[in-house]
């Protein structure tokens, strides 16, 4: 089966921070997504990149970048983290073609005080 | 423009009861539907898919749900309840794959 891997489960940093979060997925997808979750807000999509030195942002990518220079791995970047940045990452990957399974990672949980 | 409106934050129900939870989306394009479940501390896990067969679509662990176009509803069901059902439900919609609206949940409650 799919695995999508998340280097953290709970990270800790202060205002103003750079934060990294990175996500490997083993199963040469070529499609990988960054969502943040809230409570109350469901997930809600930060970037996505079909193919390598791809990216494509999503719905609210203010605040955020991502860097992908290998199949495997999709990093979402804070370039200089805010408190309202605190919430539930989780990263997800899927197949080509008409594969529309998402596959998730088990999240990283970020408190940025 | 696509949305899910899922109706109801919290559903509670007691084990052997059936269940229902809501969904309603609005979409422009003939849209492909979905569930996930996620189970605390656990990613979300695909329960079931529509993409344009059969409007009665089977999961797993005993859970369906039916296209509704008339409706613009994908409501989820299941016969009888077990506790290990409790969980926070997510409806979907999405037209191309790369982008997946997701609703903002349900939180499925199982009493004894």
């Known amino acids: 089966d799919v695995k999508v891997t998340q280097s953290s489960r709970y990270l800790v940093k202060r205002t103003g921070e750079k934060v990294f979060l990175e996500c490997v997925q083993d199963m040469d997808h070529e499609n990988m997504f960054w969502y943040r979750q809230d409570p109350g807000l469901g997930l809600r999509l930060i970037y996505f990149s079909y193919d390598v030195k791809m990216k494509e942002k999503g719905d609210i990518p203010e605040g955020y970048s991502v860097s992908r220079e290998k199949k495997e791995r999709f990093s979402l970047i804070l370039e200089s983290a805010s408190t309202n940045q605190t919430s539930m990452y989780l990263c997800?990957?899927?197949?080509?073609?008409?594969?529309?399974?998402?596959?998730f990672g088990s999240g990283t949980q970020l408190s940025v005080l | 423009a696509q949305s899910v409106t899922q109706l109801d934050s919290h559903v509670s129900v007691s084990e052997g009861t059936p269940v229902l939870l809501r969904c309603n989306y609005s979409s422009s394009y003939s849209p492909s539907l979905f569930w996930y479940v996620q189970h605390p501390n656990k990613g979300l896990q695909l329960l079931l898919k529509?993409?344009?067969?059969?409007?009665l679509v089977k999961g797993i662990n005993g859970f369906e749900a039916e296209f509704k176009k008339s409706e613009t509803s994908f409501h989820l069901t299941k016969p009888s309840a077990h506790m290990s059902d409790a969980a926070e439900y997510f409806c979907?919609?999405?037209?191309?794959?790369?982008?997946?609206?997701f609703g903002s949940g349900t939180k499925l409650n199982v009493k004894p």
């Open positions: 997800a990957s899927r197949g080509e073609g008409n594969n529309e399974k998402l596959f």
């Open positions: 529509y993409t344009s067969a059969a409007t």
């Open positions: 979907v919609v999405s037209h191309n794959f790369n982008k997946f609206y």
